[in-house]
Every structure is written in structure tokens, then in C-alpha cells.
């Protein structure tokens, strides 16, 4: 095809890289996030695209029924990267047929052709997938969603919230507490013209565009004091449906969740695929309060 690669075959059909992201092609990644109700939107797909590679599986009419996403973080000082697997879907006419292992599988190659670490958030769905490639378990992570409120309407960024934000040092706090760094993908998500950025010199938060609801992540906070201050911030700046993707939390953080009118939707399990001699990342895991979501770590 004239638009793709080969990637090695791992079964009788081909998994493809993209080489270009072509409006059809595009229609078609989107109609998968749809048909899984997934919230990504098409700047998504184009900085997966950009940053990283989608890998798809077509049928005989060359629509894409599978999709797969790497995306390589940045490297830390002794050139180590961590690669971010997601965007695994297969259309659900198709499932149970071996389509999701196989791009799963092309994907892992990828990443570990490139000496990458790959790591992802599984959902129940995905994880005893993931688990027969020996991805461990690494942490627990739930997503809640509260429904719209009032008018609708979002909430522009005010240029005070905005003005806060400064986005190196920003980055540098994710790095931090991420153990690794994702400058492109933090940057990508300031710039967007939806997004609203807090930052104070306690923490922040984004909040983001999705197809169906606004996403409040990453949300990071130097104490609970300050995450809850922030978890208000964000709850009050957007009135359509939100979600958030918050790892296990004490009690309080979810009493506040719950009566912002959050009810918790579903799990995702963080997982690695950890080569001998290599470790994890070393962040500081309790001062992240929400990630920046499934797809993005
Ligand atoms: C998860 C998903 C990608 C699997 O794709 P698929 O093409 O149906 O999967 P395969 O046929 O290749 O099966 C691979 C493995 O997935 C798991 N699996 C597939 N269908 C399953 C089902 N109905 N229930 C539970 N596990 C299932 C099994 O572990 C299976 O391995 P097995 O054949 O040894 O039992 C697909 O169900 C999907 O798109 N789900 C919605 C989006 C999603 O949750 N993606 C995962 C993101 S982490």
C-alpha cells in the first residue's frame, strides 16, 4: 500500500506502520475510538502519528479494523527511554480473531527493537493480554466521570489561570514525578487552544478536549492540601462531562471526587515489560493525583 510500511508479519495478516495519516485513514482510527467509546480525539492521533508510530491491521477492503499506538518518551541521563504502548483496539465485529495480538505484539517489537521500555495502562479487557507477553503489574488506577452541569459550555482559559503557567518548569515537575520525561507530549497539550493550564508552585493541572468529555490530567501535588485545592480548580473551570484517571488514593482525595459528583467507571492496570538488568523509572508516584490518561501514561 502506498501509504504504509511493512512491519515483520506476525501472523498471516501484516501489521503496517503508517507513513502518512491520510484523512480516510484518519476517519477510520477515529471510528475505532468511537465504536470502543473511547474519548481520544483526532490531535490524538496526529501526535501519536508525529511523535511516535501507529501501527494498523486492515481488512480485505483496506479499512482499518486494528490500530496500535508507540509513543518513545525522552531519554533520561544515561540515554534510557521508556516507550508508551496504548490505542489498542480492534473493531468489534472483529474481535476474538487474534487481531488484537497480533498488532499488540507488532507494537512490543517495536519498542523493543528500539531498546525502549515499553510500558502501558491496560484496561480489564487488554491485561490478560498483555500479561501472556509477561507485562507486570505495576500499579491501580480508576477512572471516574461526572456528567454535565449547567449551560454546557466550557470555560475559556482565564489569562490569569493561564499566566501562572510556566510550561519548562512544568515539564521539569512531570519529569519529576513521572520518573521520566514526556516534554513533547506535555507541550503538545499546553498548546492546545481547548486546554486549561493551572500551575502553581505546588503543582498542576491540564485539563484537555476528549469526544465525549473533558480530561482533567495530569493533576500533580506536592501535598493532599494542595491536589485537592487543584481537583477543585478543574472541576469548577469545565461544566461539560469529565473524567479523571486518578491512581489509588487516600480517603480524601476520593470523598472529594465523590462530591464533586464523580462515580468511579472503570480500571486500568499500569504494567511493564521489564528486560534483565533493566529497573523502572523512580518518580514519586504519590504526588501524581491523576494521569495524563491511559493513552499517554
Ligand atoms: C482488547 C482487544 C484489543 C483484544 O482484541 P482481540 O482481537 O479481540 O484479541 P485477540 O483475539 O487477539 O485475543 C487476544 C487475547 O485477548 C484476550 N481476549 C480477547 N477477547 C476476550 C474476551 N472477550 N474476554 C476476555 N479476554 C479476551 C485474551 O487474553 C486473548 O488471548 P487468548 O486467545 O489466549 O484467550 C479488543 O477486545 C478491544 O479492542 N477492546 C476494546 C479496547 C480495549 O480495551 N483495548 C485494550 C486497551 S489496553
Redesign the pocket.
Known sequence: MENTEACAPTGDQSVERLTELRPDDLEMLNRLVIE?HWNQVPADWYFFFDRGHVLVMRDAQSRII?SGAVLPMDADASGHRVAWISM???LPE?????????VFEACLRSAQAAAYLPM????P??E??YT?FGFVPLSHITRWRREARGDRAFIAPTPQANQQADPQALVALDRRVLGFGRSALINSLQDRPTTHVVHSSQGFFLVRAGRTAHHIGPLVAEDEGHALELLKQAVDAVKTPLLIDAPQQGPAFTAALQAAGFLPQRDFTRMAWLPPGRTLPQGQPHLIHAIAG?EFA
Do not use: C, H, K, N
Open positions: 470502543s486494528a489498542i483496539l480492534v472483529v474481535r476474538g480473531q487474534g487481531l488484537g495480538r497480533r502501558l495502562d491496560a484496561t479487557q487488554g490478560p493480554l501472556q491511559p
